[in-house]
């Protein structure tokens, strides 16, 4: 075998090793940081359902606004308020420090946001009530942020 074959041969091995793991983790998704044990893209988009980035090239969709609008007034402002703090942080301008994507994954998954991602543990000291997940789908997820980046034109 030749060298190559041999480094390419002990990859695959470790590739199968790692796909075989049984400690929870994702198998796929090996830690870019030790210290946080997130993936680059986990740090920066969030742990969650959404594993791709989401852009928002395209000009505001305004009806999936409106359903955003409903979705957040039904689900989010027990909590949440625009402009200023409440139960939690004002999210009207969410999308200056976090990307869509890390907003829909907090939507979505915001107990283990809170157990394993070092921004929300950073808010839970300000903020010591851990978001609740609140049945929304992904697709209500996506329209929450089409609401947010119309009401802070974000476009
Ligand atoms: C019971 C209160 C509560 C509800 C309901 C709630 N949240 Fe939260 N949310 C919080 C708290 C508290 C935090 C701060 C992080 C923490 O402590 O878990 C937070 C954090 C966030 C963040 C991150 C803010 C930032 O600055 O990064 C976003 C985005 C968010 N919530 C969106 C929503 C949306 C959208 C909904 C509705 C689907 C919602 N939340 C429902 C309490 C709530």
Known sequence: MTRFG??????????ALGAC????????????????????????????????EVTLDEPVDEEMAAMGQDAFEMN?????????????PAVGDV???R??????????NPSEMA??????QEMLREYP????????TEEQARAIVEYLRA???HQ
């Open 6 to 15: 041999k480094v390419l041969l002990s990859a695959l091995v470790l590739l």
């Open 21 to 52: 793991d049984t400690n929870g983790e994702r198998p796929d998704a090996p830690a870019d940081d030790p210290d946080t044990g997130l993936t680059a893209f986990e740090e920066e988009h969030g742990i969650g359902p959404f594993t791709e």
């Open 76 to 88: 989010c402002e027990a909590c949440h308020m625009l402009d200023e703090s409440f139960v939690g």
């Open 95 to 97: 999308l200056d420090r």
């Open 99 to 108: 990307s869509p994507t890390f907003v829909m994954n907090m939507i979505m």
């Open 115 to 120: 157990d394993r991602h070092p921004v929300v």
């Open 129 to 136: 009530v851990v978001m609740p997940y609140q049945n929304i």
């Open 151 to 153: 009401t802070n034109d």
